[in-house]
């Protein structure tokens, strides 16, 4: 489970209608249970993304057996529906953990 920080001008990603069509839009069908929307593609054989009200958090488990294509074009998705939400691109996020982590 990774907790993501969502830059202001995004927070209202972070309501669930918004964050539900963001999963469904990047994964395709999702399913709501106690707001946390779940959803599967690819290598992911379960994404789940809900929200503390300040942060994404997003839980995932995978499928390491898929060929490369596939996974790649999961990893994309990921990256994609993480920029959409959080308004932070991949290299912001990791020096973001890593400022984080140093705490």
């Known amino acids: 489970m990774r907790h993501y920080p969502v830059k202001r001008g995004n927070k209202e990603n972070l309501q669930p209608d918004n964050l539900r069509g963001l999963v469904a839009e990047s994964f395709g069908d999702c399913s709501e249970e106690e707001g946390r929307f779940t959803a599967s593609f690819g290598a992911l054989k379960q994404i789940s993304a809900w929200t503390d009200g300040k942060d994404l958090i997003v839980d995932t488990e995978m499928d390491a057996s898929v060929p490369d294509d596939v996974a790649m074009e999961t990893i ?17 996020r990791k020096k973001r953990a890593e400022k984080e982590h140093k705490k």
Do not use: A, C, M, V
């Not at 994309?76 to 912001?92: A, I, P, V």
């Open 76 to 92: 994309r998705r990921f990256n994609d529906f993480l920029l959409r939400t959080t308004g932070y691109r991949s290299k912001e």
